[in-house]
């Protein structure tokens, strides 16, 4: 179940708020210029399948998107429990970062957890299938995919090979909990 919860910068057990509620959190997220919305395959798809069959599926979506907010490229992502580099690409996104253009993200299966730095609040958002989320170039963040990372996600770009992460070199980003699918929280 996708899941927000809000933190104050200061402390890593509490959070100020938690909420699974789709339009709460859509709602507590555009506070911050992130966008958060739901959407439905028009045909059934699985991990797996070819990327034109993804996108196909979305297409409605992804061409509004496209049309509205001026992506360059649109690309399939699938990342499996199995691939022997997770450990590297786990640990590539775990330190704050930011970026130039938005990181807009639409997961077709699994999941992972975004987390955002703004101002005194870290907004941790937990992404599952149906989710998209649209986060502003220049929001510090960082991404977790868990130890055995399981998804397939659409990813929208301004620039047409992509986005570079300015990493900050602060240490927030250690010391929140990291991703364990499966547990409580």
């Known amino acids: 179940m996708s899941r927000l919860r809000i933190f104050n910068v200061d402390n ?10 789709h339009a709460d ?13 739901q959407w439905q395959a028009n045909a059934p798809v699985a991990p797996g399948d070819a990327s034109e069959a993804i996108m196909a599926a979305y297409r409605n979506d992804i061409d509004r998107l496209v049309q509205t ?9 699938s990342i499996a429990p199995d691939n022997p580099q997770r450990d590297a690409m786990r640990a590539k996104f775990l330190d704050e970062h930011f970026h130039k ?3 807009v993200r639409f997961f077709v299966a699994g999941s992972g957890l975004f987390t955002l730095h703004v101002d005194d609040g ?14 502003p ?13 399981s998804f397939v996600a659409i990813r929208f770009f301004t620039e047409p090979d ?24």
């Open 12 to 21: 890593t057990t509490r959070p100020l708020l938690a909420t699974s509620d």
């Open 25 to 37: 959190m859509a709602s507590e997220l555009a506070k911050i210029g992130v966008g958060f919305e």
């Open 69 to 77: 907010r001026g992506f360059k490229s649109v690309d399939v992502v």
């Open 101 to 103: 253009e938005d990181e």
């Open 122 to 135: 870290v907004y941790e958002i937990l992404c599952e299938q149906g989710d998209l989320v649209s986060v």
């Open 137 to 149: 170039d220049g929001t510090r963040h960082w991404f977790d995919m868990g130890p055995e990372p």
């Open 162 to 185: 992509g986005w570079v992460g300015y990493f900050t070199g602060t240490d927030l980003a250690q010391r929140f909990p990291r991703y364990e699918p499966g547990q409580a929280g």
